[in-house]
């Protein structure tokens, strides 16, 4: 079965966002992947809820919202507000998490919980059964343009077990680095969705090599 592909908007041209998110609703990418970073959880700023708002205007596809901030469960309402399809918290972000997570469920969004590439799969034990995605980063979050960390692969493996010894339908997503070659490794280890900027953007076609990304 064909993955889930989601590319990230943090390498579009941001001049001419228009134009590729006209290329984004052409292309068989299922979903459009969004960056937020404070500058305090992560290294760097991205875009705000302003723009996402704008995007949800042109774009088709559904919004995957990955927050990287202090704090997430004060901006659900405005994430919901401005028309994303799934909400994605840090694990290291959110002292309460299980509270966290069902308030996002219940204003109707999916709800996922982002691993750190150091945080390991084995403490979401207990919450997996409540969640929609598990979000593995494979980069150390705040910059596109990484080189994927190998030991990745590893934690989809394991995270891939537990959900099928749970008998759960989870979806794996893998953000960071994610290529041809890496998103091949990837969902050979079991991940379910793969998140892509510079391979998807940077490339001479980034239409066709998302329909190739679409064939691994
Ligand atoms: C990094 C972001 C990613 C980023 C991935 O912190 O979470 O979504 O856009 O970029 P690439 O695919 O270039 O590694
Ligand atoms: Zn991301």
Not at 9 to 19: G, P, T, V
Not at 43 to 54: D, K, L, R, T, Y
Not at 88 to 108: F, K, P, Q, S
Not at 173 to 187: A, H
Request: aromatic residues 6%; contains cysteine; glycine residues 6%.
């Amino acid at each position: 079965m064909a993955c889930i592909l989601a590319p990230s908007l943090l390498s579009a041209d941001f001049l001419n966002l228009n134009r590729d998110l006209e290329m984004i609703n052409r292309s068989e990418a299922d979903w459009l992947h969004l960056d937020v970073m404070d500058g305090v959880f992560v290294p760097n700023i991205s875009f705000g809820f302003p723009v996402i708002e704008q995007v949800n205007k042109v774009c088709k596809k559904p919004l995957d919202v990955h927050l990287m901030v202090v704090e997430p469960q004060k901006f659900i309402s405005m994430v919901k507000a401005c028309g994303a399809y799934q909400m994605n918290v840090h694990y290291e972000a959110c002292l309460h998490l299980h509270r966290t997570v069902w308030n996002i469920r219940e204003t109707g969004m999916k709800a996922a919980v982002t691993l750190n590439p150091h945080t390991p799969v084995e403490l979401l034990e207990d919450i997996l059964c409540d969640l929609d995605m598990v979000l593995l980063m494979s980069v150390n979050p705040g910059f596109g343009g990484q080189q994927f960390i190998r030991q990745s692969l590893e934690k989809v493996k394991r995270l891939k077990a537990m959900i099928l010894r749970k008998g759960l339908t989870t979806l794996i997503e893998v953000d960071g680095g994610v290529n041809l070659t890496t998103g091949k490794l990837l969902i050979e280890a079991g991940a379910d969705v793969l998140v892509a900027g510079s391979s998807v953007f940077g490339a001479d076609d980034p239409e066709d090599m998302i329909s190739r990304m679409k064939q691994l």
